[in-house]
């Protein structure tokens, strides 16, 4: 008899313990500590910042959706000024950017930049259409743009082309991106036919 009192004892006395209101709360106040430990640890994480990559793609994507909704207005701020229109020509590539606006004169050709093609197209922009600007190229153009951008930063172009209407011929636009204090912006544009 004394065996099965004892074994009582030794099972019943552990649950007992286990379930006083002293002890859930206890349990509980221990479990609050280490969710709110975990929290604030979270809370002093840093934020992971975006490559310039990423940074460059999520701009082409508003630009994207803002030529969809037909917004110019919108579009003025993703422009760096002064924003180039064109290049100048040389014999072995392509010369200095040229045909600046300033975002005053920016309503007065914003139709000409974007035009229906452009409106058009741009939206449509593939893999194939992007490339990353070498930080060591010989272009004269590239190397110009450059010095707008934030030291390090990459630089990075969307470039189309596509048939004329009602002709053999085809025509096509770029637009150059940077980053320029800590903002991706489109620093420049160029196209078979002049905007200025």
């Not at 006083?20 to 604030?40: M, S």
């Not at 100048?88 to 093609?117: H, Q, R």
């Not at 991106?177 to 036919?193: D, E, I, P, R």
Request: glycine share 4%; charged share 25%; net charge positive.
């Amino acid at each position: 008899m004394m065996k099965i009192k004892t074994l009582m004892i030794a099972i019943v006395l552990p649950f007992l313990i286990c379930c006083t209101p002293e002890n859930g709360q206890g349990q509980q106040t221990v479990d609050k500590n280490a969710d709110q430990k975990l929290h604030q640890s979270s809370q002093k994480t840093p934020l992971v910042s975006l490559t310039d990559e990423q940074e460059f793609r999520k701009t082409l994507e508003n630009l994207k959706e803002t030529l969809k909704q037909k917004n110019l207005k919108k579009i003025s701020s993703l422009l760096n000024y002064p924003f180039y229109t064109s290049h100048k020509e040389v014999p072995n590539g392509i010369g200095i950017p040229a045909d600046p606006i300033s975002l005053k004169e920016f309503d007065s050709y914003k139709s000409a930049i974007f035009n229906a093609d452009v409106m058009r197209i741009l939206p449509l922009c593939k893999e194939d259409n992007l490339s990353e600007i070498d930080e060591k190229t010989d272009e004269v153009y590239y190397r110009s743009l450059k010095k707008l951008t934030d030291t390090g930063s990459k630089m990075y172009e969307v470039y189309m082309q596509y048939p004329e209407s009602n002709t053999q011929a085809e025509s096509y636009f770029s637009f150059i991106f940077g980053k320029v204090n800590g903002q991706f912006k489109m620093l420049s544009t160029y196209a078979k036919w002049p905007i200025k």
